[in-house]
């Protein structure tokens, strides 16, 4: 909740209940925060906090690498890597509201919960063979990395884009002719993150909260979320 207003900034503002992607140099495990007005997005009483908390980042990563950056369209076959993750889930339930056909892969205990996301088919990547398990596809959203990429070219048709996300691709192939390579840069942006919170308003997207922590755990939850991985998103509370 906006509590303090810097000049020339809108006094409507005051009071609102609103989420942000801070900038990296700003604190954002504390009481208080001070940010750009720009970076901010409103939120509506149907939008709780720890949901609020829980989309901003991933969010923002969702909507850049799949509508800016692979662009992609109705009827489209889309490959999801971690889609049981953070930023996984949501771009799980962003491809099948923009009307693609989805791919999902995650461990086989996270199978059904990809499913019931918007998935058509998961891939289970500790059971199941990748290369052998999908076929061609337009989009790959890689949230991987690294040796993920040695295959993914593979898979992709004639003018499919393969995006990865702040994870640049290590002793890779050369991308088959026709496709295409891309990186999805993240930054503070308060109008594309109020496109996010529109969708959550309309039900199109739900972030998925595992648990809400205290913010005195702060350090077992950093340990927790470096070390396993997490089922959407866990949040601190205030």
Known sequence: EIVAIGENVDPAWLGRRVCFLAPWSVPTWADEAVVP???????????????????PLVGLSALRGLVDVAKVKKGQRVLLHAASGGVGHIAVQLAKHLGAEVIGT????????????????????DEDNMIHSASKVDVVFDLIGGAAQVTEPDLLRAGGRLVYLNTGPVDVPDMPDGTERLEATIEPDGALLTKIVDLMAQGAITPYVLQVFPLKDYEQVQIRVDAAHVRGKVVLEI
């Open 37 to 55: 007005v720009a970076i901010v997005a409103a939120l509506p009483d149907t939008v709780t906090f720890a949901q609020a908390a829980a989309v």
């Open 106 to 125: 995650c461990s086989a205990k996270n199978r059904d919960f990809v499913l019931g996301l918007g998935a058509a088919q998961v891939i289970a990547d």
